[in-house]
């Protein structure tokens, strides 16, 4: 109660687009950058560096200035959460899903280059593994149960994260997870977009991964359906 009352002081000194600003950070459930951060709030990036300096100056955010991250103690987290509104939960989390499918395609795409890259696009992914976790939970979660607009959004992205990862995540995801993604993937794109050729790139990839647990008759299965 003494931790709230204190946020609740700082909390109270800010402008009401301030706070509710606070509020979505709770979309992050770990470290974040500023671009992250500007992108849940739909703002350009120098507006959003002064607003989350301001939160490090009331103390309701902190500033990792080597790693050059933000994070919400899990105190303010919870207090934030509290008070959050639902609509806002929503359009943050949204927000945070499109933005890193985008940072999962980025670190595909380094990995892609090769020498050097294989690296980077691997330690991109390891750094914004939460994120990017959270990112697809949100979208598989969506994918068949929100409003008609947000389904739709969210059944596409649900079907891009396999992809836009898809030779990281192969060598980061443990085998049963890489095959829940693929499966949530492929039911969204049959199901909500009829996207036959995300399905087809899906069924194919689950077959490889039923094969690398040794699970043959499965991934013949798999391999048909994607033929």
Same mark, same amino acid.
Not at 89 to 105: D, F, K, N, P, T
């Given at each position: 109660?003494?931790?709230?009352?204190?946020?609740r002081?700082s909390?109270?000194?800010l402008?009401?687009?301030?706070?509710?600003?606070?509020?979505?950070?709770? @979309?992050?459930p &770990?470290?974040?950058?500023?671009? %992250?951060?500007? =992108?849940?709030?739909a +703002?350009? #990036?120098?507006?959003?560096h002064?607003?989350?300096?301001?939160l490090v100056?009331?103390?309701?955010?902190?500033?990792d200035?080597?790693a050059?991250?933000?994070?919400?103690?899990?105190l303010?987290?919870?207090?934030?959460?509290?008070?959050?509104q639902?609509d806002?939960?929503?359009?943050?989390?949204r927000?945070?899903?499109r933005?890193?499918?985008?940072?999962l395609?980025?670190?595909d795409e380094l990995y892609?280059?090769?020498?050097?890259?294989?690296?980077?696009g691997?330690?991109?992914?390891?750094?914004?593994?939460?994120?990017?976790e @959270?990112?697809? &939970?949100?979208?598989a979660a969506? %994918?068949g149960? =929100?409003?008609?607009? +947000?389904? #739709?959004e969210?059944a596409?992205?649900?079907?891009a994260?396999?992809?836009?990862?898809?030779?990281?995540?192969?060598?980061?995801?443990?085998?049963?997870?890489w095959?829940?993604?693929?499966?949530?993937?492929a039911?969204?794109?049959?199901?909500?977009?009829g996207?036959?050729?995300a399905?087809?790139?899906?069924t194919?990839?689950l077959?490889?991964?039923?094969?690398?647990?040794?699970?043959?008759?499965?991934?013949i299965?798999?391999?048909?359906?994607?033929l």
């Amino acid at each position: 109660e003494l931790v709230e009352a204190s946020l609740r002081l700082s909390y109270d000194l800010l402008s009401d687009e301030l706070q509710a600003r606070w509020r979505t950070l709770t @979309a992050f459930p &770990a470290t974040f950058d500023r671009a %992250a951060a500007a =992108a849940v709030w739909a +703002a350009d #990036e120098t507006p959003a560096h002064d607003a989350l300096s301001e939160l490090v100056r009331y103390s309701l955010l902190e500033w990792d200035g080597q790693a050059a991250r933000y994070r919400l103690h899990d105190l303010a987290r919870a207090c934030a959460a509290a008070w959050l509104q639902e609509d806002e939960s929503e359009q943050a989390r949204r927000r945070h899903a499109r933005h890193y499918e985008q940072v999962l395609r980025a670190a595909d795409e380094l990995y892609l280059q090769g020498g050097d890259g294989v690296l980077q696009g691997l330690a991109l992914f390891d750094l914004e593994r939460d994120n990017v976790e @959270a990112g697809q &939970a949100w979208a598989a979660a969506r %994918a068949g149960d =929100a409003t008609l607009g +947000a389904r #739709e959004e969210a059944a596409r992205l649900c079907s891009a994260y396999p992809d836009a990862g898809a030779y990281v995540l192969n060598l980061r995801l443990h085998a049963q997870e890489w095959i829940r993604w693929l499966e949530a993937a492929a039911a969204a794109a049959a199901r909500e977009i009829g996207d036959r050729r995300a399905v087809g790139a899906q069924t194919g990839n689950l077959g490889n991964a039923y094969s690398a647990l040794g699970r043959v008759e499965e991934a013949i299965a798999h391999y048909e359906q994607a033929l």
